[in-house]
Antibody, heavy 125, light 110 residues
Framework: QVKLQESGPGLVKSSGTLSLTCGVS?????????WSWVRQSPGKGLEWLGE???????NYNPSLESRVAMSVDVSKNKFSLNLSSVTAADTAVYYC??????????????????WGRGIQVTVSS | QSVLTQPPSVSAAPGQKVTISCSGS????????VSWYQQLPGTAPKLLIY???RRPSGIPDRFSGSKSGTSATLDITGLQTGDEADYFC???????????FGRGTKLTVL
């Protein structure tokens, strides 16, 4: 069974950098799947932050691209999120998730099939 | 305001059927697959439907999805009190180049 677990500071100072790590078990980071970050705040609902492949290729949410960086550590089966210049608007529950893939005859669909339990991150002034 | 529009809330009695809609545009739902997620209170979202209408292993057939044009629908039949949760639709938007989620629909089983 695939399991993901977020870890990192629950409190980050305004203008600082939010850094989280997601540990994966039951699957290898080196598999064909991509690995994602999603956050949820009361005011904005679910927001996709971006995703990374085992080789380090990334897709970021254009609205956050200047502040987001993701990395992967294949040897530790983990991937990470850095979000810089944080403000109170970045206060949210942060989830890591696996991007699943299903391919039919003509095309493929992508979906988030396994999620971590989430970690609350609060940005303080 | 989200690009994907869902009703804020729906309700129905136990045993009944409920339909949750997700309306988008040609840049998202119209040309991409839709997935649905269930979020029980205090927990992480859980995949319910992918590829518009496919269920992952372990999801009861009481949950079904469909898509027509630029809208998608999640149907839940034989409602149970344990189905009370928030339900989100999700897809890719080719114009915004981002994965999108609806704002979510809160299901109350009366």
């Amino acid at each position: 069974q695939v399991k993901l677990q977020e870890s990192g500071p629950g409190l980050v100072k305004s203008s600082g950098t939010l850094s989280l790590t997601c540990g994966v078990s039951g699957d290898s980071i080196s598999s064909s799947n991509w690995w994602s970050w999603v956050r949820q705040s009361p005011g904005k609902g679910l927001e996709w932050l971006g995703e990374i492949s085992h080789s380090g290729n990334t897709n970021y949410n254009p609205s956050l691209e200047s502040r987001v960086a993701m990395s992967v550590d294949v040897s530790k089966n983990k991937f990470s999120l850095n979000l810089s210049s944080v403000t109170a608007a970045d206060t949210a529950v942060y989830y890591c998730a696996r991007l699943g893939l299903y391919c039919g005859i003509t095309s493929c669909s992508f979906f988030l099939d396994y999620w971590g339990r989430g970690i609350q991150v609060t940005v303080s002034s | 305001q989200s690009v994907l529009t869902q009703p804020p809330s729906v309700s129905a009695a136990p045993g009944q059927k409920v339909t949750i809609s997700c309306s988008g545009s040609s840049s998202n739902i119209g040309n991409n697959y839709v997935s649905w997620y269930q979020q029980l209170p205090g927990t992480a979202p859980k995949l319910l439907i992918y590829d518009n209408n496919r269920r992952p292993s372990g999801i009861p057939d009481r949950f079904s999805g469909s898509k027509s044009g630029t809208s998608a629908t999640l149907d839940i039949t034989g409602l149970q009190t344990g189905d009370e949760a928030d339900y989100f639709c999700g897809t890719w938007d080719g114009t915004l180049n981002t994965r999108l989620f609806g704002r979510g629909t809160k299901l109350t089983v009366l």
